[in-house]
C-alpha cells in the first residue's frame, strides 16, 4: 500500500531550490538584457515624458502631464491621424496586392519553383531600407524613370515626390513581402479537401473563396495586417525621402522634437510613450486574434 505525501512535503517540494534556480538561471540573461535595453529606457522615457517644459540643458522640477496635454492640440491631432492613415492605407494596400500573390504561391505555383519564388520575392529585403527609399525618390522625381516613361508616351509629367501618395507607394513596397510571406505561411495550411468538396457540392469559385479559404485564413490575414500597421505606423525612413513637409507623421514628428532646434525632451517623449501604447496595444491584438504560428514560420 503506497503514502500519499503530505501537503506539507509537496510545498517544501515545490519551493526546493532546484525546481526554480534552473529555469531562472536560463531566463536571467535574456532578462538582464531586457530589463537593461527595453524596461529601463522606457522607463526614463515615461520619466521624461512627465516633466512638463523639459528641454535640453533647461531642467525644469515637478510632475504633470502638461506634454501630454499638448498633444491634444489640433496640429498634433493632425500628425497623429496623417500616421494612422498612412499605416492604414499601406496594410489595405498591402492586403489587396498580398492576397492574390500568397494565394498563387501557396496553391497554384509549381510546386518544385515554389521556394526559389519565394526567395526572389523577398530578394529587396536583403536590401537597406534606406537604399530602397532612395530607389523610389530616382523613381519618382520629375526628371525620373516614371515620368520618363509617361513623356515617352505623350503623356504628362507627374509630381508624385513629396506627397502623400508617394509615402503610401514606398511604404506599400516596403512591407508587401512580410504581408505575402505571413499570408503564404497561412494559406499552405489551408486544407483544400472542402475546396474539393464545395466544388463537388456545386459551390461556384467566388462562394468556395468567401466561405473557406477566408475563414481558414483569417488569424493569418489579422497577423500580415497588424504586423505591417505596426511597422508603418512608426517607420521614419519612407516619409522623411519620399513625403516632403507634407507628409509630418508621428515618428518625423518625435525626431524633432528630440534633434530638431526646439530639442523639446519632454514633449518628445511624451508623444514616444504614445506610440509606444499604439504599438502594444497592436500587438496585444495580433497575439489575441492572429496566427501566431504563420508569424513565426516567416
Do not use: H
Amino acid at each position: 500500500m503506497t503514502s500519499v505525501p503530505s501537503v506539507s512535503t509537496t510545498w517544501a517540494d515545490r519551493l526546493a531550490p532546484r525546481r526554480w534556480l534552473g529555469p531562472l538561471v536560463l531566463l536571467a540573461p535574456a532578462g538582464i538584457w531586457l530589463l537593461l535595453l527595453l524596461v529601463l529606457p522606457t522607463l526614463l522615457i515615461l520619466e521624461i515624458s512627465l516633466v512638463p517644459g523639459l528641454r535640453l540643458g533647461q531642467p525644469s522640477g515637478g510632475y504633470g502631464l502638461g506634454n501630454y496635454l499638448q498633444i491634444l492640440q489640433p496640429v498634433y491631432l493632425r500628425v497623429m491621424a496623417r500616421s494612422l492613415a498612412f499605416a492604414l492605407g499601406s496594410t489595405l494596400l498591402c492586403l489587396v496586392l498580398g492576397f492574390p500573390v500568397a494565394y498563387w504561391l501557396a496553391l497554384l505555383s509549381p510546386r518544385r519553383w515554389r521556394n526559389l519564388l519565394l526567395v526572389g520575392f523577398i530578394l529587396p529585403l536583403w536590401t537597406s531600407s534606406l537604399l530602397r527609399a532612395y530607389a523610389w525618390t530616382t523613381i519618382l522625381r520629375p526628371s525620373g524613370v516614371l515620368n520618363t516613361m509617361l513623356n515617352a508616351l505623350g503623356l504628362p509629367t507627374q509630381s508624385w515626390l513629396n506627397t502623400p501618395t508617394a509615402v503610401l507607394i514606398g511604404l506599400t513596397y516596403s512591407f508587401l513581402p512580410y504581408m505575402v510571406l505571413i499570408l503564404y505561411a497561412s494559406l499552405e495550411k489551408l486544407d483544400t479537401r472542402l475546396l474539393e468538396a464545395a466544388a463537388d457540392l456545386g459551390a461556384t469559385p467566388r462562394q468556395s473563396f468567401w466561405q473557406i479559404t477566408v475563414p481558414q485564413t483569417l488569424p493569418g490575414i489579422a497577423a500580415s495586417c497588424l504586423l505591417v500597421f505596426i511597422t508603418s505606423l512608426g517607420d521614419f525612413v519612407v516619409p522623411t525621402l519620399l513625403g516632403g513637409a507634407s507628409s509630418m507623421n508621428i515618428s518625423r514628428l518625435i525626431y524633432n522634437q528630440f534633434l530638431g532646434p526646439t530639442r523639446a525632451w519632454g514633449f518628445g517623449s511624451a508623444l514616444s510613450m504614445v506610440l509606444i501604447l499604439a504599438v502594444s496595444l497592436a500587438i496585444a491584438l495580433l497575439l489575441r486574434y492572429g496566427d501566431r504560428r504563420s508569424v513565426a514560420e516567416t
